[in-house]
């Protein structure tokens, strides 16, 4: 039988196992050998003698045997019996056909198992945002000297998720040294400072009127753009005609009265 516009692509449809005519009105019916049980005569198409039967007034069914209206004979012949749909078969939905307007909202009972964990490196479907940050904190107080450029403190790594995109770096250092006294300060991304040339060395004097007991800030606000997914590294370095601090100052461990100030940064990546 044709169909207008597409075949029907989904159901329970089957063409029954062949049936041979004999004296009898009563026939089982099998699907690939076992007993086919049918719903209703209305879900067959049968050919009898190059006739479609009409359902009900032709045959009836009864169980998984077709009974026809008449007896028939060997000389008649049962063409093919089609089965179009079983009983709720719905049949199965195709990969990726599902939308949001077939599942009820709120469904909350429909999401079964543990969601698998996202990270960094699993959104590769991003074009931009934030897709990790980290915030390194030094609370200890530590000190050097020297009038050379020297390590002070270290921030520790960053580690990127993403194999390219860019870090962004923010935070302060709080730094003091005797009075009457300069001193300087800078960053170090990766070990190089965080502003090319000497100019990086932020400078500051320990006036004699605060006797040592300031502190000062050095801030950072910047950008390193990741190539390779590889650690990034921040340090802080002083240099200075006396000893140079971190967290304190020289005179007192506190800057403020019963807790040190803390020297901490942020590192933000994104993909942009």
Same mark, same amino acid.
């Given at each position: 039988?044709?169909?207008?516009?597409?075949?029907?692509?989904?159901?329970?449809?089957?063409?029954?196992?062949?049936?041979?005519?004999?004296?009898?009105?009563?026939?089982?019916?099998?699907?690939?050998?076992?007993?086919?049980?049918?719903?209703?005569?209305?879900?067959?198409?049968?050919?009898?003698?190059?006739?479609?039967?009409?359902?009900?007034?032709?045959?009836?069914?009864?169980?998984?045997?077709?009974?026809?209206?008449?007896?028939?004979?060997?000389?008649?012949?049962?063409?093919?019996?089609?089965?179009?749909?079983?009983?709720?078969?719905?049949?199965?939905?195709?990969?990726?056909?599902?939308?949001?307007?077939?599942?009820?909202?709120?469904?909350?009972?429909?999401?079964?198992?543990?969601?698998?964990?996202?990270?960094?490196?699993?959104?590769?479907?991003?074009?931009?945002?934030?897709?990790?940050?980290?915030?390194?904190?030094?609370?200890?107080?530590?000190?050097?000297?020297?009038?050379?450029?020297?390590?002070?403190?270290?921030?520790?790594?960053?580690?990127?998720?993403?194999?390219?995109?860019?870090?962004?770096?923010?935070?302060?250092?709080?730094?003091?040294?005797?009075?009457?006294?300069?001193?300087?300060?800078?960053?170090?991304?990766?070990?190089?400072?965080?502003?090319?040339?000497? !100019?990086?060395?932020?400078?500051?004097?320990?006036?004699?009127?605060?006797?040592?007991?300031?502190?000062?800030?050095?801030?950072?606000?910047?950008?390193?753009? !990741?190539?390779?997914?590889?650690?990034?590294?921040?340090?802080?370095?002083?240099?200075?005609?006396?000893?140079?601090?971190? !967290?304190?100052?020289?005179?007192?461990?506190?800057?403020?009265?019963?807790?040190?100030?803390?020297?901490?940064?942020?590192?933000?990546?994104?993909?942009?």
């Amino acid at each position: 039988m044709p169909y207008l516009g597409n075949q029907p692509s989904s159901g329970g449809y089957h063409k029954l196992d062949n049936l041979t005519a004999s004296a009898t009105d009563t026939y089982a019916l099998t699907l690939g050998g076992s007993a086919y049980y049918p719903a209703t005569a209305n879900q067959l198409m049968v050919s009898l003698n190059g006739v479609i039967q009409a359902p009900q007034d032709s045959f009836t069914i009864s169980g998984s045997n077709i009974v026809f209206a008449s007896t028939l004979s060997a000389s008649d012949s049962i063409d093919f019996i089609m089965s179009f749909g079983d009983v709720y078969g719905v049949g199965t939905p195709a990969d990726g056909t599902i939308t949001n307007a077939k599942i009820q909202s709120m469904a909350a009972s429909k999401l079964t198992g543990a969601l698998p964990a996202i990270d960094g490196s699993a959104l590769t479907g991003i074009s931009a945002g934030i897709v990790k940050t980290a915030i390194s904190r030094i609370d200890a107080t530590a000190s050097r000297s020297g009038t050379s450029l020297g390590e002070l403190a270290d921030f520790g790594s960053f580690t990127p998720s993403q194999t390219t995109s860019t870090v962004y770096i923010l935070g302060n250092a709080n730094f003091g040294a005797p009075a009457s006294q300069y001193f300087g300060a800078c960053f170090f991304i990766n070990g190089t400072a965080y502003r090319s040339t000497d !100019n990086s060395m932020l400078n500051y004097y320990a006036s004699y009127p605060n006797n040592g007991y300031n502190t000062h800030n050095v801030s950072i606000f910047t950008s390193v753009d !990741n190539t390779d997914g590889s650690a990034i590294t921040v340090t802080v370095h002083t240099r200075g005609g006396s000893t140079q601090y971190i !967290n304190r100052s020289s005179t007192i461990t506190a800057a403020v009265s019963g807790s040190n100030p803390v020297s901490e940064i942020m590192f933000v990546e994104a993909l942009v």
